[in-house]
């Protein structure tokens, strides 16, 4: 039986169409993908079903009394509170029925009526079936296996990273067992071995569940349907995330096929339409304009927008691009033992390590933009740099791209941004679009564009393909394989940088945190 039927979903922002009519269902125990590029609209859908988003037309229907898990990003946090009281919100019921049962305990010890007993019988079976002693295990269960130790049970929420918020807002969301889980981009903060644990946690999984993620691998191994979201149409595909794409190429070779043979029927029609419609055969001639008009086109098979990059290079005289000694970084107190290493000219280095272990610290030092404890980084004096921030946070989030770009570059035509934009993969609707409302992959493009803009002979990049579509991925891998200058690249997914980077600096080897 489905928990979730969708029926002739029609949504759309001003002149852009996401989807019309689309129709799918969820059954039981289903584990979805949710494929498509940035701004087809996979993150609208799941504000669209939990209630958030209103669509234009169609109908959400969710099986009654269904407990929905979303993975909320922007959940409001009271201040102050710390890692391990979040958690425990998760339980919030069952410590409020364990507060009721103790009072009634405490009254029953002075008035000694039977039915303060009974009362507080009942709530103890509610706890007993709901586990209610298992809890503390529980959440030490689900913050080993996301890596929360890491960060520290007493660590203030309000004080902690993006990622680091994203971890334990899943790991509530887990704790708390829901009937169906819905994730967005799940492992952009998880590292490799914390992937691994979600992984089998979701294989153990007995609801349903529905999963956006450009991680192509992640999705192989954790579902059994994927929803094709491209080009206005939300297609459902059964079978594993390559068996979906196998049955996506076959469609479209068909859809081709019929489409070539469709056209020539049209045009063999208005070539006869065109010789015979004021001649003795104009009665046919206006059967087959009949024929035409009555006829349902089939749409031509449509390529992926694919994003193409490329770094402007300033040349140095300098063969010595880096150099770091001794430097120690924290805040206050050291994350890592003291670092040392250099870079010489068109060096490309990859920091690896756990999300949290102090990588993007550790950038944010060699920068200055953080100061650092003690030792000392320092570039090359002919070094131009160019860093990428992982963090989407803008100074004026309600402009468009192409006036936060015009800002940055006033004399630029715009007719120059927009082309720009377009080769990120940011359609012109987009580009007139407040950044607040793009989604994370349509935000990151915009920052890479930004990027392309200045030259430089030093990238940094923090974290540069989280949210992207696997084709942009590419786009910007490319991008940087043929980048002359140097690079410092942090990325969790091994499949953008293996085999091409020079060094790989394990920042986790270097971490000072009690394991």
Known sequence: MAVLDVRNLTMSFADKKLYEDASFQLEKHEHMGIVGQNGAGKSTLIKILIGKELPVAGDIKWQKNTKIGYLDQYVDIPQGMTLIQFLHTAFQELYDVNEQMNELYAR????????????????????????????ETKIERVMNGLGLNDIGKDHVVSEMSGGQRSKIILAKMLLENPDVILLDEPTNYLDTAHIEWLIEYLND????????SHDYDFLERVTNTICDVAFGKITKYRGSF?????????????????????????EKAERFIRKNKA????????????MLARMKRIDPPTDNLKATFHFPYENTGSANALKVNQLSVGYGHPL??????????GEKLLFTGFNGVGKSTLIKSILGKIPALQGTAAFSPSARINYFDQDLVWDEPDLTPLETIQNLFPTMQPKTIRQKLAK??????????PLSLLSGGEQTKVKLAILELTPS??????????????ETKEGLKKALQEYPGNLILVSHEQSFYQGWLDKVLNVEKLSLRKS
């Open 424 to 433: 990120a993969g940011i359609n012109a609707a987009n580009t007139q679009k």
């Open 457 to 470: 002979n030093f990238l940094i990049m923090d974290e540069p393909t989280n949210h992207l579509d696997d």
């Open 108 to 135: 029953y010890a002075t008035e000694m009526d039977d039915r303060l007993l009974e009362r507080a019988g009942r709530l103890q079976e509610r706890l007993d079936a709901a586990d209610f002693y298992e809890v």
């Open 242 to 266: 390559k068996q979906a794409m196998r049955q996506k190429a076959e469609r479209k070779e068909t859809q081709e096929r019929e489409y070539e043979k469709q056209q020539e029927v049209i």
């Open 279 to 290: 001649g003795s055969k104009s009665t046919m001639a206006k059967s087959r304009e009949k």
């Open 336 to 345: 890592l033992a003291p670092v040392t290493f250099s870079m010489t000219m």
């Open 205 to 212: 999984f007995d609801g349903a569940a529905m999963i956006i």
